[in-house]
């Protein structure tokens, strides 16, 4: 059997049978081997750069000294390590009464440092605080530090000179331009200096009773992905650790649960790229579908005469699944080679925007890309080989075609299956395949239930039109009211899919933008005192800043909830028991930040008498706070006791100030209060800083600008392979497009021979078939665009977690998208028709 199918197979390829549908699948399976390589290159390389932004694969935070088994276990896997011990202590120049000094935040740190990531350093101040210099994997030389550049404008030094740091003198030999591991909670933070760990013992700055943070950076080798798991399973094994031991005071920080800024963005960016595989492996399946119900039909002559020479259905079924396992190894195979070179040709094409080398891809993609054609063969070729199986011996004299039988119906459910599951397969997220395999189901049955009463509205019309082209266009789609189904259904599913990534991706974009401006506060001051707040936003203002809004930063403990005291005990999730432990930045204010957004609640009405408190929905959700709890603070020796009424959505990835808690202002007056503000400042008033710390060496100035290009670094690395991914996937949408439209080709030749012969002119056959294809597109359009915007509302709404904008111009765009498509398709397969005498189309029928 395996011969006569293979003696089939090169049969069915010399008279071209074979080739429209072993096209569609390799252009299918192209399509996802393209976005799947480039993903799994862009994901590996946006972790690598990420993983930056914490300076290793894992990080133990401790507050005292890391335990030595658990430093003995990490190099027992090969790991790499680093030590970094940092604390808040004074920096001073000169001597006697010449001396300054300002409160500045000391990181000693070890060889090696950081692991992720690179330091960049300058002895330049302006390209310093520019954010540019000498990438260095070297740490300070011994008795040398590394300062940020705003502490020279501080103590009024500069590069060359001595700072005194505790006992020792050292020489400061560079500025930081950049550091990777600046942190999340950079807020606590005071300007840097950083100096080797073997010098700082020389300080005696380290003393019983000292507030330190140790920290032991772990990493992977350098390049291997086997590294990167082994760093995460040993972050894993000592989170097992510190759980079963009740170990305080240790956190392990990972990508994961550090740089809340960052989470946002990796997991939009990691959802919508889901998305584009999805929308892929959705063209790939109607591509498919399509080709295959084409092979079966112009089979199926043949059929019944393999039949009337004694093959049984088995053997039917046999030489046809043979024939198709050959094709759909071929198409996968070939997919998943024209894939690996075009994700090639995408790097050559943004290797000036990506900016890095991405890692190599792994051999995933290709085996993913050779099941997914052998998926989608299987799924979508069993029903026409099922009808194959039962072809009549008759069908050699009688043209009639049995209506599917209910096995062979029961086939399409089996399809669906395996569609479903390749959806889940391919996006990696359960929640984003359900969301999907879920609105593409009720839109097929919604696309077949409109397009049947359309052209149930269409048929009283023939007898309303005497234009001969008209009538012979309402004709054609009566009479093939399964294929005119087939046809709009397949093309409003293909529409839809680029509508929606076109919709979906236009709202991402602006959302991502609106999040992380250009324009986004690149500085921070802090413990600003009431009498200087007006002149800091006078010389602000006049230094071009133009949005400087200040609050009031209040630092309180929490002492308990509802009444009961919160102790070491009250939290067993070691991040809730850091969180309750900790002082809180509560703030006080009459209206709400318009980056929040109440989720739940209502904003207090600032009645006095009443405190009410609005609190962060992550933290709520981490110390389980509820609605209508009771907390209480203390607030430098004076309770204050406030109930919470609502819950705020905050938009971590603005980089403006953010406050867990903020109690109405009625219940604050008489609390003590410091202001802070976030701003953008020009580089050209870089100086300002300088000034502002040297008149007011009080104020705690932080510069998050290196944290602000990380993000928006990654943030365009994202991008770039967005707008890629969607010209991709509106190419390969187009042949799918096309592969619909060509499904009813030889039922239309044949129509059209007949209808010339009948004495038809060109011109009407070329009029009628232009009229049914608008009419064919122009429906499947308007069904594209009304689903597209209902899904694009649900995937901004409940998956990505971004505002939705309603776009009117999707209606215009499918209409006009349907109607050029249909077209484009329709005079692809006219042209030919109308070339060749009717009589050799009709003998060749």
């Given at each position: 059997m395996f011969a006569l199918a293979l003696k089939m197979t090169l049969r069915d390829w010399r008279a071209g049978q074979l080739r429209f549908l072993l096209m569609a699948l390799t252009v299918a399976v192209a399509a996802l081997s393209a976005t799947g390589f480039f993903i799994d290159r862009l994901r590996a390389g946006l972790d690598r750069d990420a993983r930056q932004l914490i300076g290793a694969d894992v990080v133990i935070n401790a507050d005292l000294p890391v335990n030595p088994a658990w430093r003995a276990e990490a190099q027992r896997r090969g790991l790499v390590l680093a030590d970094v011990v940092s604390f808040v202590s004074m920096a001073q120049v000169g001597e006697g009464e010449q001396s300054r000094s300002v409160l500045a935040a000391l990181k000693a740190v070890g060889a090696g440092y950081p692991l992720r990531g690179h330091l960049r350093t300058s002895t330049d101040l302006l390209a310093a605080q520019q954010g540019q210099g000498e990438t260095t994997q070297d740490v300070p030389a011994a008795g040398t530090v590394w300062l940020d550049p705003a502490l020279l404008g501080s103590l009024s030094t500069r590069v060359g000179e001595q700072l005194k740091l505790g006992d020792r003198s050292f020489t400061i030999t560079r500025l930081i331009a950049a550091e990777p591991d600046r942190g999340a909670n950079f807020m606590a933070f005071a300007p840097r200096v950083l100096l080797a760990l073997d010098d700082l013992p020389a300080t005696n700055l380290i003393q019983p009773g000292s507030r330190v943070t140790y920290r032991l950076l772990v990493a992977g080798a350098a390049g291997q992905k086997a590294g990167t798991q082994a760093a995460g399973l040993f972050g894993e094994w000592l989170e097992q650790q510190i759980s079963a031991n009740n170990i305080k005071g240790v956190r392990i920080e990972t990508l994961a649960s550090g740089r809340g800024e960052m989470r946002a963005t990796l997991e939009r960016a990691d959802h919508f790229l889901s998305l584009v595989g999805l929308l892929s492996a959705l063209l790939a399946a109607v591509a498919v579908a399509m080709a295959a119900r084409r092979f079966m039909q112009r089979h199926l002559d043949a059929c019944a005469m393999l039949r009337c020479l004694g093959l049984t259905q088995n053997q039917v079924t046999a030489m046809y699944l043979i024939e198709f396992l050959l094709v759909g190894l071929a198409g996968s195979l070939a997919g998943v080679l024209i894939g690996y070179g075009a994700h090639h040709v995408l790097l050559q094409a943004l290797a000036t925007l990506v900016g890095n080398e991405l890692p190599p891809p792994s051999l995933y993609p290709a085996l993913q890309g050779l099941g997914t054609g052998v998926l989608l063969l299987a799924a979508f070729a069993l029903p026409p080989i099922l009808?194959?199986?039962?072809?009549?011996?008759?069908?050699?004299?009688?043209?009639?075609?049995?209506?599917?039988?209910?096995?062979?119906?029961?086939?399409?459910?089996?399809?669906?299956?395996?569609?479903?599951?390749?959806?889940?397969?391919?996006?990696?997220?359960?929640?984003?395949?359900?969301?999907?395999?879920?609105?593409?189901?009720?839109?097929?049955?919604?696309?077949?239930?409109?397009?049947?009463?359309?052209?149930?509205?269409?048929?009283?019309?023939?007898?309303?039109i005497d234009h001969q082209s008209w009538r012979f266009a309402l004709t054609s789609l009566q009479r093939r009211p399964s294929a005119t189904l087939v046809q709009v259904v397949a093309l409003a599913l293909g529409l839809m899919a680029l509508l929606v990534l076109t919709v979906v991706r236009g709202d991402l974009m602006t959302a991502w933008r609106k999040a992380t401006p250009a324009d986004a506060p690149n500085r921070f001051i802090i413990n600003i005192q009431p009498e200087q707040s007006a002149d800091i936003a006078r010389?602000?203002?006049?230094?071009?800043?133009?949005?400087?809004?200040?609050?009031?930063?209040?630092?309180?403990?929490?002492?308990?909830?509802?009444?009961?005291?919160?102790?070491?005990?009250?939290?067993?999730?070691?991040?809730?028991?850091?969180?309750?432990?900790?002082?809180?930045?509560?703030?006080?204010?009459?209206?709400?930040?318009?980056?929040?957004?109440?989720?739940?609640?209502?904003?207090?009405?600032?009645?006095?008498?009443?405190?009410?408190?609005?609190?962060?929905?992550?933290?709520?959700?981490?110390?389980?706070w509820q609605l209508g709890d009771k907390l209480r603070f203390d607030i430098a020796g004076a309770p204050v006791e406030a109930t919470i009424t609502s819950l705020r959505k905050l938009e971590w990835g603005s980089m403006r100030v953010n406050f867990f808690v903020i109690i109405n202002p009625a219940a604050m007056t008489e609390v003590s209060q410091s202001w802070l503000t976030a701003f953008h400042l020009p580089l050209a008033q870089a100086g300002l800083m300088n000034a502002l710390t040297r008149d007011y060496p009080n104020l705690t100035i932080v510069d998050v600008g290196a944290i602000l290009q990380q993000v928006q670094q990654v943030l365009d690395q994202v991008i770039t392979a967005v707008e890629f991914l969607f010209i991709f996937t509106l190419a390969s949408g187009l042949l799918v497009l096309y592969a619909a439209l060509m499904g009813s080709q030889d039922e239309r030749t044949r129509e059209a021979a007949l209808l010339r012969a009948?004495?038809?002119?060109?011109?009407?056959?070329?009029?009628?078939?232009?009229?049914?294809?608008?009419?064919?597109?122009?429906?499947?359009?308007?069904?594209?665009?009304?689903?597209?915007?209902?899904?694009?509302?649900?995937?901004?709404?409940?998956?990505?977690?971004?505002?939705?904008?309603?776009?009117?111009?999707?209606?215009?765009?499918?209409?006009?998208?349907?109607?050029?498509c249909a077209m484009a398709g329709g005079w692809l397969g006219l042209r030919n028709v109308l070339r060749q005498p009717p009589l050799q189309t009709l003998r060749e029928a």
């Open positions: 009808q194959l199986r039962k072809v009549p011996h008759n069908r050699v004299i009688r043209r009639e075609q049995e209506p599917p039988r209910v096995a062979a119906l029961a086939t399409y459910g089996l399809g669906l299956a395996g569609f479903c599951a390749l959806l889940f397969w391919q996006a990696g997220d359960a929640q984003l395949a359900l969301y999907t395999a879920l609105g593409f189901a009720a839109a097929f049955g919604l696309f077949a239930l409109v397009g049947w009463l359309g052209l149930a509205a269409l048929k009283p019309l023939r007898g309303l010389r602000l203002q006049a230094a071009g800043v133009s949005y400087a809004p200040q609050y009031p930063m209040i630092r309180g403990r929490l002492t308990a909830v509802n009444g009961v005291a919160v102790t070491a005990d009250t939290y067993t999730d070691e991040r809730a028991r850091g969180l309750a432990d900790r002082e809180f930045n509560l703030s006080t204010m009459a209206q709400m930040q318009a980056e929040n957004k109440i989720v739940a609640g209502q904003w207090f009405a600032d009645r006095p008498g009443a405190p009410e408190a609005s609190v962060e929905e992550g933290i709520a959700k981490t110390l389980k009948l004495g038809a002119t060109r011109a009407q056959l070329a009029q009628a078939q232009l009229i049914e294809f608008l009419l064919v597109g122009g429906l499947s359009g308007l069904l594209a665009a009304t689903a597209a915007a209902v899904m694009g509302w649900a995937l901004a709404t409940y998956q990505f977690k971004f505002a939705w904008s309603f776009t009117p111009s999707v209606w215009l765009i499918g209409l006009l998208a349907g109607g050029l």
